[in-house]
């Protein structure tokens, strides 16, 4: 809940108190899926911050891929908010992301 509605001192509270942001909710969504489709970017930077200072990259934290199997790049332009698409792009997603639907592999363009 913290991540998709930006609550940016409850997230703090919750990295802090060691919650898990590399694993996903009950519904196949990490963290950083939630914070990048509901364009939370304050939540999303604790969510960041706070993997990395346990090892993990941005680059590993963007390369997660959801119960759409998609990444949180494309959770942020499902959401349509263009500012979270711009929060992903500088936090480290790669344009060139890939996801997997069956055997097809898409690629999302964004111009």
Request: charged share 15%; hydrophobic share 45%; net charge neutral.
């Amino acid at each position: 809940m913290a991540a998709s509605m930006d609550l940016e001192g409850v997230a703090q509270e919750l990295v802090k108190g060691g919650c898990e942001l590399c694993l996903p909710n009950n519904n196949g969504l990490y963290p950083i899926h939630l914070a990048a489709k509901t364009a939370s970017q304050k939540a999303l930077e604790v969510i960041l911050t706070g993997a990395q200072a346990r090892g993990v990259s941005r680059e590993t934290m963007f390369s997660y891929l959801a119960a759409e199997n998609n990444t949180a790049l494309h959770s942020a332009v499902n959401g349509g908010h263009l500012a979270a698409v711009s929060a992903c792009l500088l936090n480290g997603a790669r344009v060139d992301a890939r996801f997997h639907a069956g055997s097809q592999k898409q690629i999302i363009i964004t111009c």
